[in-house]
């Protein structure tokens, strides 16, 4: 049986499905640009650590950006003590460096802010976990906090875990 509402209805279904075909694309697109900026600027953070490069290192973060130590006491703030720190580091023309060898990146529905994981390596001082979040702000990526974390394997746990305990009490005892 002819029924003339349906023949109406599926233009209107197929301008539907293409028009979110092409939603779903754009935003796929802009998440792989948005992801692309992030790493970016986190690789950028790393290698201007690597370089003594206070200015690239300092604009990676906003300006009231946070970066958390691996000691319980290391929390740096912008701009007033992460500043004054990677000056007094990057002043004799020496930084620190820390190659990323995996990294996970997650944004808000409204692609203006991401949180990541990665796991960098020192070949001095071994593997690390950064995590942390960026924000887009007028286009432009920046660091608003980074963690550092020191990675234990958990055969190694128990050892850590004395030390760890006996350097606190020692500090504690001062």
């Known amino acids: 049986m002819f029924n003339p509402l349906r023949k109406s209805v599926i233009p209107f279904m197929l301008a539907a499905l293409l028009c979110c075909s092409f939603s779903v694309l754009a935003a796929n697109k802009n998440a792989g640009e948005a992801t692309e900026a992030v790493n970016h600027v986190l690789d950028g953070l790393h290698d201007a650590a690597s ?3 206070l200015d690239k290192y300092l604009g990676s973060f906003t300006d009231t950006g946070v970066f958390m130590g691996t000691d319980d006491w290391e ?29 996970n990146i997650n944004f808000s529905a409204e692609q203006n802010i991401a949180w990541f994981d990665e796991i960098t390596v020192s070949k001095k001082w071994g593997r690390f976990r950064g995590t942390g979040v960026l924000i887009n702000d007028n286009g432009q990526w920046k660091i608003a906090h980074y963690a550092m974390s020191v990675l234990v394997p958990n055969e190694a746990w128990e050892k850590v875990a004395e030390i760890n305990i006996k350097t606190f009490a020692e500090r504690a005892d001062k």
């Open 51 to 53: 370089q003594a490069n």
């Open 75 to 103: 929390r740096w703030s912008r701009p007033e003590t992460l500043d004054r720190y990677v000056a007094e580091r990057f002043a004799g023309g020496t930084g620190w460096t820390y190659k990323s060898v995996e990294r």
